[in-house]
Each structure stands twice: as structure tokens, then as C-alpha cells.
């Protein structure tokens, strides 16, 4: 509890979350604000009442002790009442609403009594019309503390409490026709009010960006989706707006990490590309993420993720190359017939007694083909001792997979 002091006013401020009554729903949870207004004025307008001032102002006792020197009725044949006709004033902050007010008497007879102690209350106005009762019970009635009525709550006007209404409030207290000596130590009103709440979605208009509108209560930031992914870019943003939807282009979230790539964003999934060649497994792909890790690409169309020559196996399965020497169209790996090479000598070194030896290499078939002519016209001539004239390189014979060296004609 928080206390105001001043020399004419004290005022209690009680701060809590409460429920919302008198129109708004059940489900909504406000900030509330709860104000003790004490009685400032009671007019001495009944000779039986004595000391009648001295129930103006807040007492700091609850029980008081309300003793002769407090506010006493002598014994009455007739029914009197002590009215306060004057609270401490109320101001109702702007964007707030009146829910509740709630009045009761600091009293208590002299004596233990079967008669009920009974406030009154009434508004200001045409006739000095009073709304209401409250009865008290009659246990208890000697000690001097806080009393109200049965329902405890003043029922609010048409339209509810405002700030004027709260103000013109007074409160009557009886001394029963023959009951004991009634004492009267403090009248109090507490008013209970909380911030106005239109579309009623839990924020105060006064903090509400579109206070009739319950689906929005707060401006909402939006992010560029250049590439239209459905992925904003953090660094390209709006102003705060109050609206639910995005403007074109722009999007809610801000998780994208390549706006001018719809491929690259939260979602994407990445393969790894074990032989590098840019293709990746599909059988091997990364958890979703935007960042692209290292060793995986985008393509998942690499079926043969460990041979770097290949992205699918063909014929000849991966790891194998589709060659086809014989130029049959025919890859070399599915052939089921022998293959027939000829290669040439290609390297002839000068022997003793041999002339122009070197001109017997050739790495293709000389263009005589099986009729050439080997006479002494610059060919290859042999001394007249026996000699050998050797041929020491061949071209590439080349074998394909799958296929060996099972007979050699020189």
C-alpha cells in the first residue's frame, strides 16, 4: 500500500491485476487501481449527533477504538441517520474506466444490539434520490472497525461511474430506533477503476495502436522479400506499422540470408559433394539451414557421388569410363567380341650397318599400306654382315575394361 498525504486529503493506492466486471470479458486481464476517498464534510443536521467533524478525515486504526470523544447518538426514540455528504475528490485518469465503488462505515454500538446497522447511499441530484441498502449483520457490533453492507458494492448508474458521479456519492449510516449508543469513527469510499480496453484484447487503448481492432494492439515491423521466398531480409525493413498484413514485397519474419536467391533461405537443404564435381548426393543431404555448408551444394542430381567423371553410371556403372575404341558406338564395357589393335613402332634407333633406321618408325600404318616399296630409294638398308636392326617402342595399345592381351601377330 502506498499513502498520499497532504493536510485535507489521504489516499491509498492499491496497484494489482484484476478481472475485469461491468462489460468486459472475464478473460481479460488489466491493470487495476484501487482509491480511498474519506469523508470531508458531515453537516451537524441532527441535535443527537455530537462531535460530528471529528468522522471526517482517514483514521489509521482498524479497530479504532471510538470512544466518547468520537461520534455518538444519544438514545433516540426515532431512527436517525449520519450522512456524509462531502468525499475527497476524484479525478479519473484520462483513458480509464469506473468498475467498481464500494462504500462502508468505520462504527459500532455501545452494546451488543438484534438491530442491524444500515448504510445508505445516494447520488446528488433530482429529489436527492437514494439507490440503495446495505444491511449489516448484527453479530459482533461492539467492536469499532470497517462496516458494509451485504452486497458491499454501490450499484453504478446508467452508463456507468464517471469521475462526477463518483463525486456527488453520499453515505448515510442509522441509529436504530431503540438501540444503543451507535459511534461513528470515518466514512470511506473505494473507487476501483482500470484503463479503458475497446476491442477488449487484454491492451488499454491509451497503449493499443488500433484500439478497435482486437487482432492488432502493437505496430509490427516488416521485412523485404526481394526474391519471394516467403524469407525477409533483416537488413531492409519498414517503420512500425499498425497493420496485420505485410505491404507487397515485404514479409513478417526476417530469416533470410540470400534475398536475391528464392533457393537459398531457412528451408533449403543442401548434399554433400564428396568427388567435387558440383553435383551433390541425394542420398546425403544436410538438415535444412540457410548458410550454405562447406563441401555441399544445392544439386542433389549426382548418382555416382564418388566418381568425380560421372553423375550418373551408363552402361558401364560408376567408376568406369564409357570409352569405345573401336568407334562402334558400342561402349567398350558391354562388347562380348574380340577387339583387333595394330599399333607401330614408334621409336627406331640407328643400328651399326643400318642406314636411315629412324624412318622405319611410324605411330600409324605408312600410307602403302601392305604394297610398299622397300627397295634402296632412302629406305633401310643392312650392311652385309648379319645385324639387327630393333624396334624398342610401340604406340598405346590402350586395352579397354574388361578386355586383356590374349593373342599378339607381329
Not at 15 to 35: D, K, N, Q, R
Not at 49 to 78: F, M
Not at 98 to 113: K, L, P, S
Request: hydrophobic letters at 35%; one cysteine or more; a negative charge.
Amino acid at each position: 500500500m502506498i499513502q498520499f498525504r497532504s493536510p485535507s486529503i489521504t489516499v491509498r493506492l492499491r496497484a494489482m491485476l484484476a478481472v475485469l466486471a461491468l462489460g468486459f470479458p472475464t478473460a481479460s486481464l488489466v491493470h487495476a487501481a484501487e482509491v480511498e476517498l474519506f469523508a470531508v464534510t458531515i453537516p451537524a443536521v441532527d441535535p443527537w449527533w455530537v462531535d460530528v467533524t471529528r468522522a471526517v478525515g482517514d483514521p489509521n486504526c482498524e479497530p479504532c477504538p471510538c470512544d466518547s470523544g468520537n461520534y455518538a447518538i444519544a438514545p433516540n426514540p426515532t431512527t436517525v441517520y449520519l450522512e456524509a455528504i462531502n468525499f475527497q475528490n476524484f479525478t479519473l485518469p484520462a483513458g480509464h474506466v469506473v468498475t467498481n465503488v464500494h462504500a462502508d462505515v468505520m462504527c459500532r454500538y455501545d452494546t451488543g444490539q438484534t438491530w442491524d446497522i444500515q448504510i445508505r447511499y445516494g447520488l446528488n441530484g433530482v429529489n436527492d434520490q437514494l439507490l440503495g441498502n446495505f444491511e449489516l449483520g448484527s453479530s459482533s457490533l461492539t467492536t469499532c472497525r470497517y462496516r458494509t453492507g451485504a452486497a458491499g458494492n454501490i450499484t453504478p448508474p446508467a452508463g456507468g461511474w464517471t469521475a462526477a458521479a463518483v463525486n456527488s456519492l453520499r453515505v448515510k449510516v442509522r441509529q436504530q430506533q431503540g438501540a444503543s449508543r451507535l459511534r461513528v469513527k470515518a466514512f470511506r469510499l473505494t473507487v476501483t477503476y482500470v484503463p479503458i480496453d475497446s476491442d477488449n484484447d487484454g491492451t488499454p487503448d491509451i497503449n493499443d495502436c488500433a484500439p478497435n481492432n482486437p487482432a492488432i494492439a502493437t505496430p509490427r515491423v516488416f521485412y523485404r522479400d526481394l526474391d519471394g521466398d516467403g524469407f525477409g531480409n533483416p537488413g531492409n525493413a519498414t517503420a512500425p506499422l499498425c497493420q496485420l498484413n505485410p505491404p507487397a514485397g515485404y514479409v513478417a519474419n526476417s530469416s533470410d540470408c540470400n534475398d536475391t536467391n528464392a533457393q537459398i533461405n531457412p528451408n533449403t537443404i543442401w548434399y554433400l559433394d564428396a568427388d567435387g564435381d558440383l553435383f551433390g548426393d541425394p542420398n546425403s543431404p544436410s538438415a535444412p539451414q540457410c548458410v550454405q555448408p562447406n563441401g555441399y551444394v544445392l544439386s542433389n542430381t549426382d548418382l555416382c557421388p564418388t566418381d568425380p567423371n560421372k553423375i550418373a553410371p551408363g552402361p558401364c556403372g560408376c567408376e568406369v569410363p564409357e570409352t569405345d575404341i573401336n568407334a562402334n558406338g558400342i561402349p567398350d564395357c558391354t562388347e562380348s567380341t574380340s577387339i583387333l589393335r595394330t599399333v607401330w613402332s614408334t621409336t627406331v634407333p640407328n643400328a651399326a650397318g643400318w642406314t636411315n633406321a629412324s624412318n622405319a618408325a611410324s605411330a600409324t600404318q605408312p600410307t602403302c599400306g601392305e604394297s610398299c616399296n622397300c627397295d634402296s630409294g632412302g629406305t633401310y638398308a643392312s650392311s652385309a654382315s648379319t645385324e639387327w636392326l630393333e624396334a624398342t617402342d610401340f604406340a598405346s595399345m590402350n586395352i579397354p575394361p574388361g578386355y586383356s592381351g590374349a593373342n599378339v601377330r607381329i
